[in-house]
T-cell receptor, first 113, second 111 residues
Framework: DGGITQSPKYLFRKEGQNVTLSCEQN?????MYWYRQDPGQGLRLIYY???????QKGDIAEGYSVSREKKESFPLTVTSAQKNPTAFYLC????????????FGQGTRLTVV | QQQVKQSPQSLIVQKGGISIINCAYE??????FPWYQQFPGKGPALLIA?????SEKKEGRFTISFNKSAKQFSLHIMDSQPGDSATYFC??????????FGAGTRLTVKP
């Protein structure tokens, strides 16, 4: 079954801790994206990567970091510098060659406790 | 500043009615305009998409109307059903790079 998998589904973080959200895809897609979803604000782009070992900041990259060491994987680290990290995080991937739809994972809900 | 502006924020329609959601953009480099449907606790899924070389695209009960000169596009859901109740997002991207989303419209279809 091809798809994009995010883990964990729920994550709790203490103040001052870094946490890493996992995103794995077996669709052989080149491009991968991280979005943050807050009520009433839609999906805001955090980071994206169009090729291995390369990534670009989106609109709200401050307090986040990413890596793209493998085509299949695009983990997102929420650092302690992110002042308001409680949100729903969505990972997506796109096949650049065909310019078709973005496939989304099921999301990770992060809560700061 | 949102690159894609979506309205209304919420919409209530009776079963069998027409749901209309509007979006506007500024960046003329955008050339791909998809609509996504999201159910609670799930990731968005592509519903229908259009490129600016056509003014309308229809798939079943869902139609996108596109006005390139006005930089606006809209989603029409004909014969709306309770199962259509979800949040809808418009989006835009230049050649599928760094896709930007609207703020979303929560649609409720009353039986």
């Amino acid at each position: 079954d091809g798809g994009i998998t995010q883990s964990p589904k729920y994550l709790f973080r203490k103040e001052g801790q870094n946490v890493t959200l996992s995103c794995e895809q077996n669709l052989n897609h080149d491009a991968m994206y991280w979005y943050r979803q807050d009520p009433g604000q839609g999906l805001r782009l955090i980071y994206y990567s169009q090729i291995v070992n390369d990534f670009q900041k989106g609109d709200i990259a401050e307090g986040y970091s990413v890596s793209r060491e493998k085509k299949e994987s695009f983990p997102l680290t929420v650092t302690s510098a992110q002042k308001n990290p409680t949100a729903f995080y969505l990972c997506a991937s796109i096949a650049k060659q065909t310019n078709t739809e973005a496939f989304f994972g099921q999301g990770t809900r992060l809560t700061v406790v | 500043q949102q690159q894609v502006k979506q309205s209304p924020q919420s919409l209530i329609v009776q079963k069998g009615g027409i749901s209309i959601i509007n979006c506007a953009y500024e960046n003329t480099a955008f050339d791909y305009f998809p609509w996504y449907q999201q159910f609670p606790g799930k990731g968005p899924a592509l519903l229908i998409a259009i490129r600016p070389d056509v003014s309308e695209k229809k798939e079943g009960r869902f139609t996108i109307s596109f006005n390139k000169s006005a930089k606006q596009f809209s989603l029409h859901i004909m014969d709306s059903q309770p199962g259509d109740s979800a949040t809808y997002f418009c989006a835009a991207s230049p050649n599928n790079n760094d896709m930007r989303f609207g703020a979303g419209t929560r649609l409720t279809v009353k039986p």
